[in-house]
């Protein structure tokens, strides 16, 4: 087991890894049928840009199709041994990368968490989109207050996104992760925007990420109820 640990960990490994999970990406993508809500996703984004694209974790991999040719965006994935993988596979996309992750107390520091935030402020500053996990890592599907401040001090608007494929495997871990499954009928479901005032008191931060939480809910189950509807091909 130690040897499989060491080998995973060395760049060239890492590196086609994650170029073949890119690549089984797009096969998922080319043989699936897309139906996004609302239809004019496009056009209501792109008035708002850039924006503040919220996810849950495990349900993030197929994200990177939602880019148009016209966005610049960035992508917010862990320093952990796993998000080498995960910033392989989002610059095959023409993503770029802010390496760090949010967590609690002094684990905030280590896990790079107060430079990545900075990182995320000045993206949405020079135009770029900025992508994220909304939920606290280890506590599946509940806000964490990174993103609340992060539109709150970049003026930018929070907008939940949820895809959801007919044909997937979801894992019995803690974030419910989900292997998407070719030849598919997908969900995907963008939220109404959230916004956070500069002036935002704690009880304002609260409400706003109950909003966060309630907003992802309503997306993934809308996204889940969409991509079920049809029955699975292939």
Do not use: C
């Not at 610049?72 to 910033?87: F, P, Q, W, Y």
């Not at 990420?209 to 309503?218: F, I, K, P, S």
Request: no cysteine.
């Amino acid at each position: 087991m130690a040897i499989w640990k060491r080998l995973g960990r060395q760049p060239w490994v890492q590196k086609a890894i994650g170029r073949t999970a890119a690549q089984y990406l797009r096969l998922v993508y080319k043989t699936s049928n897309i139906r996004f809500e609302p239809p004019n996703i496009y056009e209501l984004i792109d008035s708002e840009l850039p924006v503040i694209i919220a996810m849950w974790h495990g349900q993030h991999a197929l994200i990177p199709f939602i880019k148009g040719p016209q966005h610049r965006a960035k992508v917010l994935i862990s320093k952990h041994r796993d998000g080498e993988l995960n910033a392989i596979v989002a610059e095959s996309f023409g993503l770029g990368t802010i390496r760090g992750s949010g967590d609690h107390g002094r684990e905030f520091g280590r896990k790079g968490g107060v430079g990545a935030f900075r990182e995320m402020l000045a993206a949405l500053e020079e135009g770029y989109n900025v992508a994220t996990t909304a939920d606290v890592p280890k506590k599946s599907r509940v806000a964490g207050l990174g993103i609340v401040k992060l539109a709150q001090l970049s003026g930018r608007p929070i907008i939940p996104v949820a895809i959801t494929t007919s044909r997937r495997i979801v894992l019995d871990n803690w974030d419910k992760s989900v292997i998407n499954l070719p030849f598919s009928d997908w969900g995907g479901v963008a939220g109404a925007a959230i916004r956070v005032p500069a002036e935002a008191d704690d009880a304002a931060l609260e409400a706003a990420r109950l909003a966060v939480e309630d907003g992802m809910n309503a997306a993934m189950a809308r996204s889940i109820e969409i991509a079920d509807r049809a029955k699975p091909r292939g």
